[in-house]
C-alpha cells in the first residue's frame, strides 16, 4: 500500500510537472505572438510617423529632422520597453495565478490519496484483528 500510494503521489508529481511545462510552453507562445503583434504595430507606427517626417523634412533644415528622428526612436524604445515590462509583469502574475492553482489542486489531491491510504490501512487493521481473532 506504501509503495501503491508512493507510486501514485509520483504519478501526480508527473502529472503536475507536465501541466506545469504545457502551461509555461502555452504562455511563452501568447508571449511571443502579443509582442509580434506589437512589434508589427510599432513598425507600422513608425513608418507612418517617417513617411510624415519626410514630408515635413522638405521645409525643415537638416539638424531640426535629425533631432526629430532622435525624438521618435527614443519614444519608440521607451514605449517598446514599457510595453515589455508590462507584458513580463502580466506574465508574471498569470505564472503567479497558475502556480497557486496547481498548487492548491495538487494538494486537494494529497490530502484525498491521503485519506484513501488511511481508510485502507484501517481496514487492513480491522483484518487483521478479525484474524486473529478467528486464529
Not at 508529481?13 to 505572438?33: G, S, V
Not at 498569470?94 to 490530502?111: G, I, S
Amino acid at each position: 500500500h506504501e509503495r501503491e500510494h508512493d507510486r501514485e503521489i509520483s504519478e501526480l508529481i508527473t502529472k503536475h510537472e507536465e501541466e506545469m511545462e504545457k502551461l509555461r510552453a502555452e504562455l511563452n507562445k501568447e508571449h511571443q505572438q502579443l509582442l509580434d503583434e506589437l512589434r508589427q504595430q510599432m513598425a507600422a507606427t513608425h513608418k507612418a510617423e517617417i513617411e510624415q517626417a519626410q514630408l515635413q523634412s522638405q521645409a525643415l533644415h537638416s539638424l531640426e529632422l535629425e533631432a526629430l528622428r532622435l525624438s521618435l526612436n527614443n519614444m519608440h524604445t521607451s514605449q517598446l520597453e514599457l510595453t515589455q515590462s508590462n507584458l513580463r509583469k502580466e506574465r508574471e502574475t498569470a505564472l503567479v495565478e497558475l502556480r497557486e492553482m496547481l498548487n492548491d489542486k495538487r494538494a486537494q489531491e494529497v490530502a484525498i490519496l491521503q485519506s484513501r491510504h488511511q481508510l485502507e490501512w484501517e481496514k487492513i487493521k480491522e483484518q487483521c484483528l478479525k484474524e486473529k481473532e478467528d486464529l
